[in-house]
């Protein structure tokens, strides 16, 4: 479960991390369910793919390998018929892509947030098993400042 506490305190590399965790539930669900749910799990994977293709920084060189494989992907889930063989196939394209920027990720740990100027939001499961409760320490701003 990706929480609010998560986005706004993670780096740019955890951003990307959770981006690509979405994308792999999506197609792990595909994977699960009949074709009506299917295919709603397939769109909303394919959006998190265009979302990260027009992310992509072109002065950095891996973005042109990350722009071939992201085009692959899109052209995948764009196929009326989609097997299960190319769903596992670009599943483990991105599983591998987003282990390599997990690790990556993890040399960032001390880094600030990405969102500058956003509250610190604390959660816990504090109340109950299954009851996500956040606190906020500090300033009463709920929103992002500019």
Known sequence: MVTVSAIANAT??????ITYEM??????EALKKAEEKRDEHLQKAGEIIKTLTE?????????????RLYVYIQGVLMESQV????????YQIIDIIYKGFLEV???EEQAPPSIQNAEQIYAGFTYGKGDLNEMRIGDKNRGFKA
């Open 105 to 107: 990720s993890k040399e």
């Open 12 to 17: 740019r590399g955890q951003l990307l991390c």
């Open 55 to 67: 992310d992509l920084d072109f002065e950095v060189p891996l973005s042109h390998e990350l722009f």
């Open 23 to 28: 994308f792999l539930y999506h197609i792990e």
């Open 83 to 90: 097997s299960d063989d190319k769903i596992k196939h670009i």
